[in-house]
């Protein structure tokens, strides 16, 4: 099974729900030039998925095919000058980045080479409180990319989130069940993440799911 070949470097950060958001603008253009350098002539294939409400009209948004490029950024980021009278009534739930895209994973039948994921824990806490926010995971195939400059990028993306914790663990797309597979790495940090909710507490590595290691670095 092609999607259990390849084995990654994960690691995940629990942003600090008092600094601004990773999907303002300026923000996200910070993220995306990194994510462009390390990925040099790669970042042609990358697409990335979003998902956002219109509290205004109460439904989704749609914001066509998407790149990590200034004008894909421009769309759908809160604030940036294409958006700025517009996103004060959009609502963030989560977005994805895959590369190759996630159309050419499944005709390949093969997990991508780097993955990212974003989720936004107000989303569906809009009167509750949150000890973290977001969630970013971000994958590296070990086969492609190496511990040096993989470990570069998460430095200096680090020195920009200011995240209240980063773990990190090497795993497989999922795990092999029957013919398929289960806990796939696009459901992590919807389904599976922690064993109980983590919010109003202090974190404890012994409640995520899976075997996390503390980013030390």
Known sequence: ??????????????????ENNLWEFSNWDKFSTKISSFLDNDINSLTVRVSQI?????????????????RSNAKWTHNSPFTKELSDEWLFESGEGWLPSWTKCQNLDKSPDFFFSIINEKSHRLTRPVTFNPILLMSFSLEKYSQESILNLILSLKEDTKPILIVEQERYWGIQSGTGFTYAMNDLTLTHLFKKDQHGKPIDLGNFEEEWRLFKS
Do not use: V
């Open 54 to 70: 219109s509290l205004k009209d109460n439904k989704y948004l749609k914001f066509g095919r998407l790149k990590l490029d200034n």
């Open 1 to 18: 099974m092609n999607w259990l070949n390849t084995k990654y470097k994960c690691f995940l950060f629990l942003g600090d729900p008092s």
